[in-house]
DNA sequence: GTGAAAGCGCTAACAG
DNA sequence: CTGTTAGCGCTTTCAC
């Protein structure tokens, strides 16, 4: 592949020139930029930005760090950052952690081994504060995205859960619904927390006794157990209504029901964070607490940005958005309860 | 940010001895090697990856080109590279085109100018023959995947459109659909050719006329118009079944109908390629063709590896996977026609 | 306006 | 087993 000083030779110029007719700065007298151009064309020239980056110490790369990319709510989250990215002329490069913070690990090394200039990531957990540090140790900026971590004081973007779950529990209470179960993700996530918190807030408010069977924890993005679910419709008196953590908990409860012959919204109703975005539009079916999520990657890409060009920034800033509640088919009102 | 010759310095060899504990290669004396590591750990050294690729001329890095990530077909392939890419220890750069081929164009030149290994592309249709070209010219080997471009032969990895097309068609011959709407994908990509091709032969072979007034062109990606569906329904007759391009088409088509006061499916049926992943899990309502997309994706990645580490390959391979059809409730008997 | 020199951080090739 | 030399392709700095 040519280089700069093959366009050089050909220009009769230093490579020096023909740098700043790529950077478009510095003074180049119009005739020997014609040249340098039209020697460029020639020879199929394509800067390498391998060695610009070595230099400049700049890579134009950030990464993108989420759970399973192929949840809708995920997904969408890239879609932001890469449009806002490309604005900016930035590449990124995508990575699934499963949830695992030592595939985290991986991708946050891969990180630094590559010198991205910025870093956005829904953390696996609790535990992703070691790999943040890292981050931290060496100075490469980072957005939180969805979830915080405890122990961690950067800039997040996410949803309020709290107040979408009290929303999601309000909307159950007034279809009469009392024994309502929660199947959460993982307790190491905020947002699972939040969620809980939302809930058992829901209870206490409504004068609802809380009780421990109907809790159950779950994850955001690996296979529901059969287990839990065959559980809480065991319990006495059964459920009639399922606080879900997600999108994808929601569908595999809904699955698992119906397969143990329970009809979902009669016997048992769902409700849970985030859509399925096109699908519903069609086929209307799952009750949700949406945010919005192409915000969420745009902004915290943008956020990001603004620290990447130093940018002076007074402390850590937290965007909250508040979900939007969206009633569909699978809630309804509270039946009593039968047995299939 | 500490660099080799630090570590060098303080374990008291030169910066080669480093080098060879990095990168395993060439005898280092245990003991020296025991030093090295130390140095490393103490001076918290990440090798420089940039600086590694520019003198291997090697970067450990593909590009996945797709319209939109967030249709979940193509997040899927995402999935299903990024895990293949990860296992050897590559890392995947993210476009999205939207089907706009300078779009295309701008993310193959940058995957020129930083010097990818390889490139998985979903080309955006057959103007994306420039764009690939440039691939070749420049030695950069990638694989198509779902669509093919004419006159460009290289690997893919692809569905059989046409056979899916004609299992569902012949699903609703069965169901006793005679007047039967398509609504394509743009005619430029491969797919949307086939399966109009799929639905020409389908009729012929059940000896039915073909009516152009039931074929729409649309995008797979783009917002469907409100004036082709309701052209379609205006037809006379009116059509008791719609096959759509793809799921995207598919929801908005659905969505559309029942705007107009059209049931999906007592008034209208729809079939359409690819599925919902997880909701469909939940509440299946989309007769489909689904295709492996997971193993678009990973088998691709492989098949680029292959040409990346130069094993010996005659000629350009071509892995085309069967549909698999889904009925569900979205296709039912045809009726009587009645208008709402 | 333009160029020469030095160096970003690493490794290939050879020498010992 | 270890080190020296040269260079990957570019830009920064300074000189003219």
């Known amino acids: ?16 020139t023909v740098s700043r007719v790529i950077n478009g700065n510095g003074y180049v007298k119009e005739q020997t930029k014609k040249r340098v151009l ?62 695992n913070v030592n595939k985290e690990l991986e991708y946050i090394e891969m990180c630094l081994s590559i010198r991205v200039d910025g870093v956005i990531v829904v953390p696996a957990g609790n535990e992703s504060k070691r790999n943040l540090k890292m981050l931290s140790e060496f100075k490469i900026p980072y957005v939180l995205v969805d979830r915080e971590v405890a122990g961690i004081h950067s800039d ?19 279809l009469g619904h009392q024994n309502i179960a929660i199947i959460t993700g993982s307790l190491t996530t905020s947002t699972s927390r939040d969620r809980l918190l939302g809930y058992t807030q829901a ?74 975005d096109q699908i519903s539009l069609a086929e209307p079916f799952l009750t949700v607490a949406t945010q919005p999520a192409y915000n969420f990657g745009s902004l915290a890409t943008q956020m990001l940005f603004e620290v990447i060009d130093g940018i002076p920034i007074s402390g850590p800033r937290k965007i909250i958005f508040q979900p939007e509640i969206i009633i569909r088919r699978s809630s309804g009102a509270a039946r009593p309860i039968s047995t299939p």
């Open 1 to 16: 592949m040519t280089n700069i000083h093959d366009v050089a030779k050909l220009a009769q110029v230093s490579s020096m």
């Open 38 to 99: 039209q020697a460029m064309k020639e020879l199929n020239y394509v800067p390498n930005s391998l060695a610009r980056s070595l230099v400049r110490q700049k890579t134009q790369t950030l990464a993108l760090i989420v759970p399973d990319i192929r949840n809708p709510f995920f997904t969408t989250i890239a879609r932001g950052t890469e449009d806002m990215a490309r604005k900016q002329n930035y590449r990124v490069i995508l990575g699934n952690t499963d949830e």
């Open 156 to 174: 997040v973007v996410r949803g309020d859960s709290v107040l979408g779950t009290k929303q999601l529990m309000d909307h159950l209470f007034n």
């Open 203 to 276: 209870l206490k408010e409504s004068g609802i006794e809380f009780r421990a069977e109907y809790v159950k924890e779950a994850s955001y993005t690996k296979p529901l157990n059969n287990q839990v679910v065959h559980e809480l419709v065991s319990c006495t008196p059964r459920p009639t209504a399922i606080f879900t953590a997600n999108n994808f908990v929601a569908a595999q409860t809904v699955k698992l029901l119906r397969q143990q012959n329970f009809s979902v919204p009669e016997d048992v109703s769902i409700v849970s964070f985030d859509d399925f």
